[in-house]
């Protein structure tokens, strides 16, 4: 098995262990559940804000441990003093180093967008995102039939969620696109081999609809290619490793911010 193969297992077995200890009935108590979401695809496009869809990631398959022990109290709130559109908090604990509670931390300090970032493949999980405090999921096109996608988007917007349908070609953007999605990320890095090259979010620009927001995904470590992939029509930008290896990621994303300005002008 490849290491997207061995992330789905583990979060098989993990979603059936979660729906024994956790039921619906108990996520659908918590205070978030009834709250009104906010839209990330507006604030990605809001003239007042960055783009950027700051993540809070301790660790990765590729890269190994990130920031093992920064507060997700100090990031996010950094985070979003600096400029971002929104926040992308890694729930998944075995790969990643996530955990529910860290979005709802995010939650509790800051009001904006957060993206629940995980590899959803069930019903479960997006209740159980909308009680955590999520305003938005990611539904990834390598993981899921066409259909189960397009099943799972709808749920998700019966809930109020915002729907980033992540693609890594043309093949899956093809046969993936939906109505029941909002934003469109195209992640340079292939989760199968964890080679990355901007080069897919520029091949694979002209063929997203126009009424989803297009976002680039991973690999976006220079300001210039931030500016350069707005050319291609991309408006949301999701870093998080970069932000992270630094000791102070919300200062690190505030001079990222401030040096795509300076590049704009």
Known sequence: MNILEKIIARKREEVEEAKV????????????FPTETISMKKYIQRDDKSGIIAEVKRKSPSKGIINAFSSV?????????????ALSVLTDVDFFGGKNENLTIARKFNFCPILRKDFIIDEYQIIEAKSI??????????????????????????????????????????????????????????????????????KLAEFIPDQFVKVSESGLNDPAAVVDLKKYGY????????????????????????????LEK
């Open 21 to 32: 200890l956790v039921p619906v009935k108990k996520l659908e108590q918590s205070v978030y």
């Open 73 to 85: 109290e100090e990031v996010s709130i950094g985070y979003m003093q600096a400029g971002a559109s």
């Open 133 to 202: 405090g999520a305003d938005a999921i990611l539904l990834i096109a390598a993981c899921l039939e066409p259909n189960r996608l397009t099943e799972l988007a709808k749920f998700a917007h019966s809930l109020g969620l915002e729907v980033l349908m992540e693609v890594h070609n043309k093949e899956e953007l093809d046969r993936s696109l939906s109505e029941h999605l909002d934003l469109v990320g195209v992640n340079n890095r292939d989760l199968t081999t964890f080679t990355t090259s901007l080069d897919v979010s520029k």
């Open 235 to 262: 408006e949301g930008f999701l870093i998080g490793e970069y932000f992270m290896k630094h000791a102070n990621p919300g200062k690190a994303c505030a001079e990222f911010v401030e040096q795509i300005q300076r």
